[in-house]
């Protein structure tokens, strides 16, 4: 048996569940995240904007193109598109005009998608009728939430309200 089959049925054999397993341990990092639970560092209060997010959206334009980042708060860049690279700058006129803009959105949400990230903070504000509204009302019909949602602090025995977890259904 060669070195890959080998492999191949130890991975196999590692991600088997039992019959009789109660619980299955999820290790992605960003599962905590996407169940509202994890940190979010807030910075200072009068930082302007401030760091309470997961996810942030930034647009770098430059003189010839066009560069969108998803980053992490705490890793960096997640998801980047720029119309520099090769199989994109082939297609466009020009690589920063108004169609370099859609089209970049559209490329930037389907990367988004494709890494599970639909939520991001958007902290841009645009002009109207400009190219970066034009990229970001792109990015909403894509399927792209340009907010995301609170995160969930714990209870606390003297709070009066004691909000419903989302992954707890009461019926």
């Known amino acids: 048996m060669s070195s890959s089959k080998r492999i191949f049925h130890k991975i196999q054999e590692l991600n088997k569940c039992n019959v009789d397993t109660r619980y299955i341990i999820n290790r992605n990092p960003r599962n905590l995240e996407r169940l509202r639970i994890a940190y979010r560092a807030d910075g200072y209060h009068l930082e ?13 334009p430059s003189n010839k193109y066009v560069t969108a980042k998803l980053n992490h708060f ?35 949400a389907s990367r988004c998608m494709e890494a599970g990230l639909t939520e991001m903070r958007c902290d841009l504000q645009p002009k109207p009728d400009g190219k970066v509204d034009k990229f970001l009302k792109v990015l909403i019909e894509c399927g792209i939430k340009l907010e995301e949602p609170d995160r969930i602090k714990p209870v606390q025995p003297w709070d009066m309200k004691r909000p419903e977890k989302p992954w707890e259904v009461a019926e």
Do not use: C, M
């Open 48 to 60: 302007k904007p401030g760091r309470s997010y997961w996810h942030k959206l930034e647009i770098i």
């Open 74 to 108: 705490q890793n960096g860049t997640v998801v980047e598109s720029s119309t520099s690279e090769w199989a994109i700058k082939q297609h466009l006129f020009k690589g920063n005009d108004t169609s370099a803009y859609i089209n970049l959105a559209r490329i930037f």
